[in-house]
Every structure is written in structure tokens, then in C-alpha cells.
């Protein structure tokens, strides 16, 4: 029988950021910071569109609770390895059982490379919640970690916005901009999500107006 440790949002979210604390990190991309930032833009998102919030915080708490580094074959699995730990945590915390379906789903639907389909408000409001996290100010700091970690270039010599070529995230961060991040912009399913989405990406635009100025 499950330990009924979960009785209030407040022990669910202590528990998962007590778990969360734990685990493995690849770079500060996917640090605790980042699961702060997710959980929050959740809870704005899922008050906004009348989710499950119960489902919306759990997810957005664990959903990273899986990861593997972006040059690693296994990163695509990330998201449905993230999903069954989670749960197998929820269940053995005494989170409700005919929530957990839903928060599996928020979990393994969460990830851009995974391409899985939401079938839920709630895995909705978690996709949203962590994408947004890819955008605005917060998203280009992430993107120079990431891409300093793997070895790429700022930006490319010849072309630094890839006016006449395809971006190419190996090759510099700001490719990452054309090739994921503003792409991942237009996929946001939540009003909310997107008017928050909006915002962050005219930011980066400003960003990126700034940068060719100063690169000439």
C-alpha cells in the first residue's frame, strides 16, 4: 500500500523538488532554475485556461526528471523515460491513481524532439510551459550554454542569421534561433502560452536586430 505522503499542493511540490534536487543535471539548460521557471509559467498558464492543476504542477515538477544530453542518441527517449519514473514516483507518494494517466501523458508530451501529440489540456499547459522556457531572455542565455557546452560558434562568420543558407545548430547558437527556437514559438497551443510566446520572441528579435549592429 502507498505511503500517503501527498495531501496538499504544497507536499506535492515539495516532494517533487525534494526528488528533483536529486537528479541528474547535463548542463544548466535543465537545472533546477529551469524546472522553477516551468512550474511557474504552469501555474499562470493552467489558471488561465482551467486546467487540472493538480496534474499541471506534477507534471511540470518531474518532467526533466529523465534527460540526456543534446548529442546523445538516447535524448529523444528523454521525455517517456521521464514519464514512468515519474508516475512510479507519484504512485509510491500517494499522489491520486486516476490522475496519473494524464500526468504520464503531460510528461512524455512534453518534449519538442520526442514529437508526440497532446491529447490533453493539461499536456498542453506543460508543452507550453516548458517551450516557453526556450524563448524570451532566459531562452538565449540557455542556448549559449548549451551551445558553448557542445563546442559551437556565437555565430556564423559569413552568414550570422542564415539569410542564404539553412541553419545549422551544430555550427553556432544563433542557428539554434531559426532551426528550434522560433519554430518552437509557432507550436504553442494555449492562449495564454501564446501571448506570453509572443512577447519573448519579439524580445529575441530586438536581440538579434542589436547583435547584427554590433557585428556589422
Known amino acids: 500500500m502507498a505511503s500517503l505522503k501527498i495531501n496538499s499542493l504544497e507536499s506535492l511540490e515539495k516532494l517533487c523538488q525534494d526528488f528533483m534536487s536529486k537528479q541528474v543535471v547535463h548542463d544548466t539548460a535543465h537545472d533546477i532554475n529551469h524546472i522553477k521557471r516551468v512550474v511557474s509559467n504552469a501555474k499562470y498558464i493552467a489558471e488561465a485556461e482551467g486546467a487540472d492543476v493538480w496534474v499541471v504542477i506534477a507534471a511540470a515538477w518531474l518532467h526533466d526528471c529523465v534527460t540526456y544530453p543534446k548529442n546523445d542518441p538516447r535524448n529523444k527517449t528523454s521525455s517517456i523515460q521521464a514519464a514512468k519514473v515519474a508516475t512510479d514516483f507519484l504512485r509510491a507518494s500517494g499522489f491520486p491513481e486516476h490522475k496519473l494517466e494524464n500526468v504520464f501523458h503531460a510528461v512524455e508530451a512534453h518534449s519538442y524532439s520526442a514529437n508526440i501529440a497532446t491529447t490533453s489540456l493539461e499536456a498542453e499547459v506543460v508543452q507550453d510551459s ?87
Open 130 to 216: 516548458d517551450r516557453l522556457d526556450g524563448l524570451g531572455a532566459v531562452g538565449i542565455a540557455r542556448c549559449f550554454a548549451v551551445s558553448g557546452k557542445l563546442g559551437s560558434a556565437i555565430y556564423h562568420t559569413e552568414d550570422p542569421f542564415c539569410e542564404n543558407r539553412s541553419a545549422d545548430s551544430k555550427l553556432s547558437a544563433i542557428d539554434h534561433f531559426y532551426e528550434k527556437l522560433f519554430r518552437t514559438a509557432k507550436t504553442l497551443k494555449t492562449t495564454a502560452g501564446k501571448e506570453l510566446a509572443l512577447k519573448r520572441v519579439e524580445f529575441m528579435e530586438l536581440y538579434l536586430k542589436q547583435l547584427g549592429a554590433e557585428i556589422g
